[in-house]
């Protein structure tokens, strides 16, 4: 027997029904660090209250190296402590890819397209988007680059297909207008 994973259901009271809704809320991986105070001290519930994560998570993080000021509980941790504690989680979760390389998320690591093949697409003046499938699972993968340094880049790849938009200029009006107005009389 194969068990599936369920979403949370969650019942919210009104005066005279039950309603049942969907827990779709994600919890952040990046951090607003410019609501933690640097002289302050807090507790796990304030931490979890301040970020947005469960008082769980601020407990998994004392197993992780965010340090306690001492062994009483309440635990409480100092402001610039959990700052710098939050600013290392995510150095360490950043995966920086080569020139040749591109970022996937369903391999979750930095991987080469596959055939070395490319397509660009100028997204304004100054920015590229470079496009290319993944050598592993066949994923799209996306990168942006300055529109500076994007001979440099291409050279990396062995085929490169220069993919032009320019949905501004148009001659012919589009189809489902109604231009004399006797469309919808």
Not at 19 to 36: D, F, H, V
Not at 38 to 52: F, K, P, V
């Amino acid at each position: 027997m194969m068990l599936q994973k369920l979403p949370i259901m969650c019942a919210v009271f009104s005066d005279f029904s039950i309603n049942w809704t969907r827990s779709t809320t994600k919890m952040a991986k990046r951090y607003n660090l410019q609501r933690i105070k640097t002289l302050s001290t807090y507790s796990a519930q304030e931490i979890a209250d301040l970020i947005g994560v469960h008082v769980r998570t601020v407990h998994v993080w004392y197993t992780k190296g965010l340090p306690k000021i001492d062994e009483r509980r309440p635990f409480l941790v100092r402001g610039c402590e959990l700052k710098e504690f939050l600013q290392k989680m995510a150095a360490d979760r950043k995966k920086p890819c080569r020139p040749d390389e591109m970022y996937c998320v369903s391999c979750r690591a930095p991987r080469k397209p596959a055939n070395r093949v490319v397509e660009t697409q100028a997204i304004n003046k100054k920015k590229v988007l470079i496009i290319g499938k993944c050598d592993i699972c066949g994923t799209k993968m996306n990168r942006f680059a300055s529109a500076r340094n994007i001979s440099q880049i291409v050279k990396l790849f062995e085929k490169h297909k220069e993919h032009k938009v320019n949905l501004s200029v148009s001659k012919n009006s589009i189809v489902n207008t109604d231009k004399q107005g006797d469309l919808f009389q």
